[in-house]
DNA sequence: CTTATAAAAAATGTATACATTTTATTTTGG
DNA sequence: CCAAAATAAAATGTATACATTTTTTATAAG
C-alpha cells in the first residue's frame, strides 16, 4: 500500500494541490483505512504529502523556495561528506561508480531512471565514508529532490553536460585532489539547482 | 498518546536500549494499539526510536558517532541560515532574542528547559531568515540534539560559558557584523558539540 | 443579500477482532 | 550433546465497527 502509493505519486500522476482522503484512498487500492494511515505518516514526513488545514493531505505544489533550500543544504552538506569519503576510495569503488555511469549513458532511461542512476553514482563514493547519519540525511535530500525532477524533461536536457561534470568528479577523486573534487561537486550541485529554480518560476 | 510516549522518552525514562511493544505500550499508556503505532511512526521519524530487527522497536543507544555528524550538520547549516536572516532582523527581535537570554539565566531551570530556551533563542533569529524548508530542518537537527543533552548534566556545567557566547552573538548581530555572527555561531555549535562528544566517549 | 447559527454529512481518530508474520520453544535425528 | 526441523507462542499487520472532530449545507435573523 505504502509502495504503491508512493510510486502513484512518484510517477506523478495525482496532480499537485490533489486533496486526497483516506476513504477514497482506501477504496482505491482495496485496502482498509489503517495501513493508509500508517502509509500517509511515511508520506509526509518524506515530503511526499502534506498536511491539509486539520482535514486531508494535499500533494504539495511545487515550490522554488523549497527547492532552493534544498539545494543551498546539499551544497553545504554533500562536499562535507565527499571529503569524509576520500580517504576510503579505492579502485573496487571508483570502478562501480564509473558502472555506473556508463549505465547513465544507456537509452531509453526516463527522467526517473536518470535521478536514481544519479544518486546511485554519488552514494556509492558517499557509502565509503562510513558516516550513516550524514549520509542518511544526503539520501533524504536528494530524494526530495526526485519529485520535482521526476516530472519534467529538464534532467535530460542537461543529461550530456550532468555526464561530463560526473566525469571530471570521477578523474579527480582517482587523483586524490580533494580541493577540486570538493568544487566540482559543489558547482554541479548548484548548477543543477540553478536550472531547476529558473524552471519552477 | 504520542505526546505522552515522546515526554516519556524526553524525560528519560526508558533506558537506551530497551525494547518497546506495542502492546505492552497499548496497556502502560490505556489505549489500544492503533495510536501506539502512529506514535511510534512518528518517534522514529524523529530520532527518539528505531527499529529493531523485525519485530519491535527500541530507545536507540547513545552514539557518538551520530551526535558528531549532527553537529557537523549543523556547524554547515545554522551559519548559513543566520546569514540569511540578517538583513530582516530589527530591534524588536533583537530585543525577543535578548528576553530569552534573561530567562536562561533563571534559577531551577532543568537541563530540558535550558535545551529547549537555547534553541527558542536561535530560532527566534533563524525565523527571520523567512526559510522555511531550511528552518524546519535546522530545528529537526536541534531537537535530535536534546535527546542527547536531556540525560546528563553537561549543559548546566557549559551552562554559563554558553550564556556569554549568546550575549557576543547577540552584539554581533546588533553591530550586523555578519562575518562575526557566523563565526562566533559557527564555534557556539563546533564546542558544544565536541565537548557532548567527549562526554559520549 | 449577507452573516450567524444550527443541523447534517463527511472525515479522521480509536477500539476490538482476526490474519499474518516473526520469534521462541520443543522435539527429533544424528 | 548439538543441530535442524516442527510446533507453539507472541508480536505485528489489517479489517470492521464505533466515537469524535471537522467540514459542509441548510436555515433563520438582521
Given amino acids: ?3 504503491k502509493l508512493k510510486a502513484d505519486l512518484q510517477a506523478g ?20 483505512r489503517i495501513p493508509v494511515r500508517d502509509a500517509i505518516l511515511r508520506l509526509k514526513n518524506e515530503g511526499w504529502l502534506t498536511d491539509h488545514g486539520k482535514c486531508g493531505v494535499a500533494v504539495p505544489e511545487f515550490d522554488a523556495n523549497e527547492v532552493e533550500d ?3 543544504m546539499r551544497m553545504r552538506l ?8 576520500m580517504a576510503n576510495l579505492n579502485a573496487e569503488i571508483l570502478g562501480r561508480a564509473e558502472d555506473i555511469l556508463i549505465k547513465m549513458a544507456s537509452d531509453g532511461l526516463t527522467a526517473a531512471d536518470i535521478g536514481e542512476l544519479n544518486w546511485q ?9 562510513a558516516r550513516p547519519t550524514l549520509f542518511s ?15 519534467q524533461s529538464l534532467s535530460l536536457n542537461y543529461q550530456s553536460r550532468s555526464q561530463a561534470e560526473h566525469h571530471a568528479l570521477l578523474n579527480a577523486l582517482r587523483k586524490g585532489d580533494a580541493a577540486l573534487a570538493s568544487q566540482l ?3 554541479h550541485i548548484s548548477e543543477a539547482g ?7 518560476r
Fill in 185 to 187: 561537486l559543489s558547482e
Fill in 13 to 32: 500522476r495525482f496532480a499537485p494541490g490533489t486533496v486526497l482522503k483516506q476513504k477514497a484512498l482506501a477504496e482505491h487500492y482495496q485496502v482498509s
Fill in 1 to 3: 500500500m505504502y509502495h
Fill in 137 to 151: 540525511m544526503v539520501e533524504h535530500l536528494h530524494r526530495q529532490c526526485q519529485r520535482y525532477i521526476g516530472y
Fill in 70 to 72: 534544498i539545494y543551498l
Fill in 78 to 85: 554533500e562536499p562535507l561528506l565527499q571529503e569524509l569519503a
Fill in 194 to 200: 540553478q536550472a531547476l529554480v529558473r524552471f519552477l
Fill in 121 to 129: 553514482f554519488h552514494a556509492c563514493i558517499f557509502r565509503a565514508a
